[in-house]
Nanobody
Framework: QVQLVESGGGLVQAGGSLRLSCAASGTSRSLIAMGWYRQAPGKQRELVASISSVGNENYADSVKGRFTISRDNAKNTVYLQMNSLQPDDTAVYFC????WGLGNYWGQGTQVTVSS
């Protein structure tokens, strides 16, 4: 059974940085893509960043230039480096792994709170 375990959320002041991690286990299936999503109170879940199996990166306009997605294939882990954090970045962040033949799996979510 596929499991995704997230870590790295927390409380930070505006302008600060956080690094999120998401480690996968339970399958050796090939990945289509990995991504990070977020959901703020009263809002829909939105894509923050994604990285394909060949390394193509995609970012939401609101985080371009501030956030960086990366991966460690050997560790089955995806990261999200978040710099210059702003109060609007406050949300629960979820990682997503999309596997060939298995579909999408989600992490449990980690809270990121940015104070002004």
């Amino acid at each position: 059974q596929v499991q995704l375990v997230e870590s790295g959320g927390g409380l930070v002041q505006a302008g600060g940085s956080l690094r999120l991690s998401c480690a996968a286990s339970g399958t050796s299936r090939s990945l289509i893509a990995m991504g990070w999503y977020r959901q703020a109170p009263g809002k829909q879940r939105e894509l923050v960043a994604s990285i394909s199996s060949v390394g193509n990166e995609n970012y939401a306009d609101s985080v371009k230039g501030r956030f960086t997605i990366s991966r460690d294939n050997a560790k089955n882990t995806v990261y999200l480096q978040m710099n210059s954090l702003q109060p609007d970045d406050t949300a629960v962040y979820f990682c997503n792994f999309n596997y060939w033949g298995l579909g999408n799996y989600w992490g449990q979510g980690t809270q990121v709170t940015v104070s002004s």
